[in-house]
Antibody, heavy 121, light 111 residues
């Protein structure tokens, strides 16, 4: 059974940094691209970032480009999201999700339960 | 990349069928057979129910079906049940740099 467990969320002030982690199990981690999707309170889903199975290629939504960095450690089956210069509008539940493919992400088929990031002074 | 357009809400009676539309552009929905649909119950993570326009993951009820025509994809739920009350989101591939464009979401109510 695929399991994705996010951690690292919390309350931070604007301008601060945070690192989210996602521990994966139940599948061969390096065979799948992995992504982050967020959902602001009462709002819809917004794709944030994705990294290919090898970790060599990453893509970002315009809203986080230059501030967030996605990475993965295939030896630890763990996905990360490093978030810098956080803004109030980054407040959301952040979901870790697995893509069906390794090199050409196109569909997220398994999701974690999410971790809440709140940015407020 | 703009969000795909979905109706805010759709409702139906138990046992009936409903259809949710998802309108994109020739750059996303219209150009790729890579539309997926997610069901999200309150307080829960999204769950994949349709991928590649028409395919159902193992374990998903065959009451859920997907289709596409031009720039619009659709999700049909037949034999509506109380447990189908949830938010539904479509998602389309747009490019390698924008692999996921989500829809605005539709709240389904079972009357």
């Amino acid at each position: 059974e695929v399991q994705l467990l996010e951690s690292g969320g919390g309350l931070v002030q604007p301008g601060e940094s945070l690192r989210l982690s996602c521990a994966a199990s139940g599948f061969t981690f390096l065979n799948n691209a992995m992504g982050w999707v967020r959902q602001a309170p009462g709002m819809g889903l917004e794709w944030v970032s994705v990294v290919t199975g090898s970790g060599k290629t990453a893509y970002y939504a315009d809203s986080v480009k230059g501030r967030f960095t996605i990475s993965r450690d295939n030896s630890r089956n763990t996905l990360y999201l490093h978030m810098n210069s956080l803004r109030a509008e980054d407040t959301a539940i952040y979901y870790c999700a697995r893509d069906l493919n390794s090199g050409n992400p196109a569909c997220l088929d398994s999701w974690g339960q999410g971790t809440l990031v709140a940015v407020s002074s | 990349q703009s969000a795909l357009t979905q109706p805010a809400s759709v409702s139906g009676s138990p046992g009936h069928s409903i259809t949710i539309s998802c309108t994109g552009t020739s750059g996303d929905v219209g150009n790729y057979n890579l539309v997926s649909w997610y069901q999200q119950r309150p307080g829960k993570a999204p769950k994949l129910i349709i991928y590649q326009v028409t395919k159902r993951p193992s374990g998903v009820s065959n009451r859920f079906s997907g289709s596409k025509s031009g720039n619009t994809a659709s999700l049909t739920i037949s034999g509506l049940q109380a447990e189908d009350e949830a938010d539904y989101y479509c998602c389309s591939y747009a490019s390698s740099a924008t692999p996921y464009v989500f829809g605005t979401g539709t709240k389904v109510t079972v009357l």
